[in-house]
């Protein structure tokens, strides 16, 4: 069974980083994508960044400029560079793996900027 594990969340004053994790496991094959979505409060989730197991990426027009998905495919892993840190950022977290029409999604981690 496919499990997503994220990390990195906390607490960070206005124009500070963070870098989240996230590793999936129980897998065997490579996944199409994976993604990081966050629902604020009173909010719906809503994409922030995705990539493509060949590297492709994409950004909300909210994020771009500040933060860099990356992944290491022999780990299954997604990362989530944050940089420049806006309270408006504070948000769950959630890590989102897809492999054809299946979509595996973590638990989420809390992600809180200070002003």
């Known amino acids: 069974q496919v499990q997503l594990v994220e990390s990195g969340g906390g607490l960070v004053q206005a124009g500070g980083s963070l870098r989240l994790s996230c590793a999936a496991s129980g897998s065997t094959f490579s996944f199409n994508s994976m993604a990081w979505y966050r629902q604020g409060p009173g909010t719906q989730r809503g994409l922030v960044a995705a990539?493509?197991?060949?590297?492709?990426?994409n950004y909300a027009d909210s994020v771009k400029g500040r933060f860099t998905i990356s992944r290491d495919n022999a780990k299954n892993t997604v990362y989530l560079q944050m940089n420049s840190l806006k309270p408006e950022d504070t948000a769950v977290y959630y890590c989102n793996a897809r492999y054809t029409v299946s979509s595996y999604w973590g638990q989420g981690t809390q992600v809180t900027v200070s002003s």
């Open positions: 990539i493509s197991n060949s590297g492709s990426t």
